[in-house]
């Protein structure tokens, strides 16, 4: 699957756009866990090696990436049909690793601003996004500090794969979501706290099919949809799902489907006239 079957014209990297309240480029904020954070940081180099250590990442982005497209283009009314069909529309992407998620979203014509508590990890972003053309502004950051900064808001908030790794998670998403645009949207991937995601999204994800490092996720940390929609009460925000990403071994693919048992999404809108 691919997300877009068109690419934006090469442009210059402009890696400090969209950054301008901030004077330094290191993350500080609660909800660093400096162990996750020196993990990823240890493998940053390998962010785009399909057959290195995120090679399940590299599997796993185009079920996501189309579910992202396909969510922002029924929201915004958007034909995903055309050349860059999100033109005019900002996007932040939280925790953004090595770039995976931001590269695409790029090229489908979204503004991208993307930031990461590991600066190995932007380093490695800001280096590839450079070799692909590509004007992504990349910032080692928390979202505490874009939210201090005053920074946004965007049209689109993307966190994938982020909150279990975080010290403070109900903390992180209420301020991931005080950058929605009126009018926005923001999605939330993570891991669900079942039976099922110990057993798969950890044992055998870490220990029998080895597609992770062990040690990448601690099972504690894994949420209920229930428990992350209950970090939203309170916000003004609209929030759905979870909506459910499920792995077929026989075609070696995901796909959105039922089963939330072990990877899900949510989806939060902020009401408002923010759409263009």
């Known amino acids: ?70 969510r922002a283009a029924e929201h915004f009314g958007r034909d995903v049909r055309t050349r860059a069909p999100f033109n005019g529309l900002s996007l932040i992407d939280i925790g953004c690793g090595g770039g995976l998620i931001a590269e695409p979203m790029r090229r489908m014509g979204f503004e991208v601003a993307a930031l990461d508590a590991s600066s190995e990890n932007i380093g490695t972003a800001r280096a590839h996004a450079e070799q692909m053309g590509l004007d992504i502004a ?27 790794h975080v010290a403070d998670p109900e903390g992180f998403v209420r301020a991931c979501s005080k950058l929605i645009k009126p009018g926005g949207m923001m999605i939330v991937a993570t891991l669900n706290r ?22 990448t996720h601690d099972w504690r940390q894994f949420l209920k949809p229930d ?27 995901w796909s959105e489907g039922d089963d939330v048992g072990i990877n899900y999404m949510m989806m939060a809108t902020r009401p408002g006239s923010g759409m263009p």
């Open 1 to 70: 699957m691919s997300a877009s079957n068109d690419s934006l014209e090469p442009r210059k990297p402009q890696s400090e756009e969209g950054f301008s309240p901030f004077a330094t480029d290191r993350a500080e904020g609660p909800s660093i866990d400096p162990a996750d954070v020196a993990r990823f940081s240890a493998q940053a180099a390998e962010w785009w090696d399909p057959k290195g250590p995120f090679a399940p990442l590299h599997r796993f982005n185009p079920a996501r990436l189309k579910f992202v497209r396909d």
């Open 194 to 215: 079942t039976l099922k995601g110990l057993l798969l999204g950890k044992v055998a994800a870490e220990y029998l099919l080895r597609w992770v490092p062990a040690g």
């Open 138 to 164: 990349y910032r080692a950051a928390t979202v505490e500090q874009m939210v201090e900064a005053g920074a946004g808001p965007f049209d689109v908030v993307l966190t994938m794969e982020v909150i279990e």
């Open 227 to 253: 428990e992350l929609r209950a970090m939203l009460d309170g916000e003004p925000l609209t929030v759905t799902g979870p909506y459910g990403l499920a792995y077929d071994p026989l075609n070696d693919r």
